[in-house]
C-alpha cells in the first residue's frame, strides 16, 4: 500500500496563532517604505501628462506648416519667463505653446492654442472656449512684447515682433472681429500668414536674428558648459607635468 504525506489545509504564514512571530525578516528601521501615492494626486498628474502631449503634438502640427517656407525662415524656442526667473513647476503644465519665427517676412512671436474639437469665437480680444475666455490675445502680446524687449537689448537696436495666435483643432472658428495689433490664424493658414506681408528683412539678416534668438544669454540663461571643452589638466600641462607627492 501506498502511503502519501498528509497536504496542508492552511499556508505556513496564516497557520501561525494570533501574537506569534512572524517568519519574516525583520525590517530595517531607518527604511522607509514608500509611500502609496493619493488617487487624487495620481488623477491630476495623469491629466497634466495628457495635456502636455497633447500640447506638444500641437506645436509640433504648427511647426510643420513652416517647413513650406523654405531654408530662409527659423524657428528659435521663446522660453518660458518662469524659466528665465528659475521658478518652473515640473508638474504644472502650460496652457499653450510658444516660439519664434524669423524670416524674411520679419520676427513673430507665435502662440499655440489647442481647442480640440470644441468651437471657437472671437470677438476682438475676447477668445470663447467651451463657454470659457482665455486670455490668449493678451498672452500672444506680453510673449511678443517681452521678445522685442530681449532681441532689442541684445542688438543695440530696435526689433519688432509681431504676435501671433494660431488655433489648432478641427472645431469650428467663428470671427465676429479681430483682435488689434495681434494676427490670428488657423495653423494651416500659419505659412501663409507670415509671408502676406512680403520681404521686410534680408535673408542675412534673418540668420543674424536667429542666432541672437539662440543664445542663451539673449533670455536671461546661464549657457550649459560643453563636456567638449572640459580640461582635466590646466592649459599647457600634462600628466608627466604633475609634482611628486611629499611623504
Known sequence: MTVFPARRAIPPGRA???????????????VLEPARPNPMEWARRRR????????????????????????????????????????????????????????????????????GRARVMVAGDVVQINGKRPTYVA?????????????????GLNVPVAPVLTFVGSGDISVYGLPKECLVATHRELDRLL?????????????????VASAPATWGLRPQPSAADYRWYAEGRTAADKEPTRR
Open 139 to 155: 498672452d500672444a502680446r506680453r510673449e511678443a512684447r517681452r521678445a522685442t524687449r530681449a532681441l532689442s537689448e541684445a542688438v
Open 16 to 30: 501561525l496563532p494570533p501574537g506569534s512571530a512572524s517568519t519574516d525578516a525583520p525590517r530595517s528601521p531607518g
Open 195 to 211: 509671408v502676406a506681408g512680403g520681404e521686410r528683412i534680408s535673408a542675412a539678416t534673418a540668420d543674424k536674428l536667429y542666432r
Open 48 to 115: 497634466a501628462d495628457r495635456d502636455a502631449r497633447r500640447l506638444e503634438a500641437a506645436g509640433a502640427r504648427a511647426l510643420s506648416r513652416l517647413d513650406h517656407l523654405g531654408p530662409a525662415w527659423h524657428v528659435a524656442e521663446l522660453p518660458s519667463p518662469d524659466i528665465q526667473a528659475g521658478l518652473l513647476d515640473l508638474d504644472g503644465v502650460a496652457e499653450r505653446h510658444c516660439f519664434l519665427a524669423i524670416g524674411p517676412g520679419g520676427l513673430f512671436a507665435v502662440t499655440v492654442a489647442d481647442h
